[in-house]
């Protein structure tokens, strides 16, 4: 078997998706996930005139040895852009040998470890009122966890928090719009808003927090700690992970579980964080770091440290990207948890699917390879339109991490 062709495929139904197609001489294809969201056209661009040529006549079965290529091959490594796109190519790799093979590609990662993929999803709320019925309302439609985000009193805008009565969608369209901040407002909320969901929803449900990267270490420790109390299963991203040891700091204070993870590209991004025992959860996750190849030697050193895999999941992953995590975590020993924001009806619509969920739990499927197809003939009628994640500032117009 040989590929004979590859193709980018760029779409925006309700938000941009980049989808790589490769195909072979024996009629089999496999689809991969290149999105970056708010850059999606780099890797458009370095798919299409830096990888694809090279791809062409190679034998698809090779997997290790066309990751080892892309990567090492091309001098300049790493980085979002790079690993997005080798992360395409690879996962539809891996769609191919389960097509061809007739099996799921769960399968070709050593079998099912579990019956199921244990998810959460995202409740939200302009009021803590609103939050806690939010929370209600995923209990009662089957999750046994959910992350749970509200406005801040004082402060304009809030991450995780939709706008307009509309589903929660981070990207949005035209230029970049500009968040406000405001760390002392947020450090004094947060505790009462868990204080009231465990005394409103009680113990058994698995709650999760995302800080977003906005708080100093000595700041998310004093968070972590007052959370103690309503036992979350994790606090996510409490600070930037360019400084690995400031997780160090936040370890030292508090026994709250720490995730973070969901913008590094690499297993190089987590070394110090696995190996010194710093997190509890990686969530670098499938599409932008480097693919199914990459993603299992990052989950089998995290092993050795008995750290578990909770990775992102939100919708600026396309469906595909979601097969892929479901897959893996249904066959990896250590995983923990996946992240799942619903797709909007029109994205599962350009991207039908395999995978469903069932009280609380995710299966992947057993169609052959990743199970996720696309409808060329409704992807025609949505083309790319620039997007953007917002920015932030703080009060005093200091731009901050967003």
Known sequence: ???????????????????????????????????LNGREMAVASYLSEHVI????????FDIE?????????????????????????????????????????????????????????????KTVDETVASVRRYMDAGYLAVRAQCAVPGVASSYGVPKGGKPYEPAER?????????????????????????????HDVHLLHDVHHRLTPIEAARLGK???????FWMEDPTPAELQEGF???????????????VFNSVWDAHDLI?????????????????????????????LYQVKTGFHGATDLSPITMAAALHFGLAIHNFGIQEHMHHSELTDRVFPHEYSFNAGYMY????????????????????????????????????TDW
Request: charged letters at 20%; glycine letters at 10%.
């Open 53 to 60: 040529p090279c791809l062409i006549g190679r034998d698809p």
């Open 364 to 399: 992947p499927g057993d169609a052959p390879g990743l199970g996720v197809e696309i409808d060329e003939a409704l992807v025609s009628q949505y083309p790319y339109q620039r997007a953007y994640l917002p920015v932030a500032r703080k009060l005093d117009g200091t731009m």
């Open 65 to 125: 040895d066309i990751w080892q290529y892309l990567y090492r091959g091309a001098y300049w490594r790493r980085g979002p852009v790079t690993m997005s796109a080798i992360a395409a190519v690879d996962v539809a790799l891996w769609d191919i040998k389960g097509k061809a093979l007739k099996t799921p590609v769960y399968n070709l990662l050593g079998g099912k470890s579990r019956q199921g993929v244990l998810v959460y999803t995202h409740a939200n709320g």
């Open 226 to 232: 007052s959370l103690e109390p309503y036992h979350l």
């Open 248 to 262: 160090a700091l936040i370890r030292q204070h508090t026994t709250t579980p720490i995730a973070t993870g969901e």
């Open 1 to 35: 078997m040989k590929i004979v062709d590859a193709r980018v495929i760029v779409c925006s139904p309700d938000r941009n998706f980049v989808t790589l197609k490769i195909e072979t001489d024996e009629g089999i294809y496999g689809l991969g996930d290149g999105t």
């Open 275 to 303: 190996r010194k025992q710093w997190i509890d959860y990686i969530r670098m996750t499938i599409v932008h770091g480097g693919g199914i190849t990459h993603l299992k030697k990052t989950a089998d050193f995290a092993a």
């Open 174 to 202: 035209g230029l970049p719009s500009e968040d406000v901040w405001s760390t002392e407002r947020y450090l004094n909320f947060v505790p009462g808003l868990f204080e009231r969901l465990r005394a409103e929803v009680g």
